[in-house]
């Protein structure tokens, strides 16, 4: 849409697309930007970075609303049978980090170290989305900034052939050319890509946090009505309805 949009808006200008072709220019821009980036981290945290760019087009499997529904079943079979009983749960489990918290539960671990545990991958996992994070804010600082020093240079080189009126208006079309790159990196790439990143970082950290809260809850016994109504307070108000009502749907 955002690249139909340019288009349309350079033909109703009367202008030609391949004006704003400059492979100089491109070159300052995005190699420096890269570059530059590149320094900013370590080569591994880099390639990471580069491929973090897939994951804005996967579709999230997360589910609070179902990830909670399936907390209080867990509850219901640990209240009827023991906590014992949710080691044969855990063997089916799809998600890791629900799967450990279960084996640790079963195996008896205190609940104060329970969560420790736990909390303390919460954090390398955040830590490691964060890195992701990083890699997009600065390559989006970097891209504007480099597009300025590629003006700059066209500017310096403009100044130079002043003698020469026919042939300053196209070298200062060259020279913005490096500013539109750098604020289409930035803004059409990466701030995009970061916040995709930083949304999808934020709602992975609750539902790891609604598992901690309910697995704690379950080994302490507590009521599978009184955990349910602990858990949907991390949704939102008009959530909570939403999700029992899919709750009620599945039980029918």
Request: charged fraction near 20%; glycine fraction near 10%; proline fraction near 4%.
């Amino acid at each position: 849409m955002l690249i139909f949009g340019i288009f349309s808006s350079i033909s109703k200008s009367g202008g030609s697309f391949m004006e704003y072709i400059d492979v100089p220019s491109f070159i300052i821009t995005l190699g420096g930007a890269f570059t530059a980036t590149l320094t900013s981290h370590s080569l591994q945290g880099y390639i990471g970075g580069l491929k973090s760019f897939t994951l804005i087009f996967k579709a999230s499997k997360l589910n609070t609303g179902e990830m909670i529904q399936k907390i209080i079943d867990l509850s219901n079979v640990a209240r009827k049978e023991g906590l014992l009983s949710l080691e044969e749960a855990a063997t089916d489990m799809d998600e890791p980090f629900l799967k450990k918290g279960i084996l640790l539960v079963v195996d008896g671990t205190d609940p104060d170290l329970v969560r420790a545990i736990m909390e303390t991958e919460l954090v390398s996992v955040e830590g490691r989305h964060k890195d992701r994070i990083g890699f997009w804010d600065t390559l989006a600082s970097m891209g504007p900034a480099w597009g300025m020093i590629g003006t700059l240079v066209g500017l310096v080189d403009m100044l130079y052939h002043m003698e020469d009126p026919a042939a300053i208006g196209p070298a200062m079309a060259v020279a913005l050319i490096t500013t539109l790159y750098g604020s289409l990196l930035a803004n059409w790439i990466c701030i995009p890509v970061s916040s995709k990143l930083k949304a999808d970082n934020a709602e992975e950290m609750m539902l790891k946090e609604v598992m901690i809260e309910g697995l704690l809850s379950i080994q302490a016994g507590e009521n599978p009505r009184v955990i349910e109504e602990k858990l949907k307070s991390f949704l939102a108000p008009k959530d909570r309805q939403i999700a029992v009502d899919e709750n009620a749907g599945g039980e029918e």
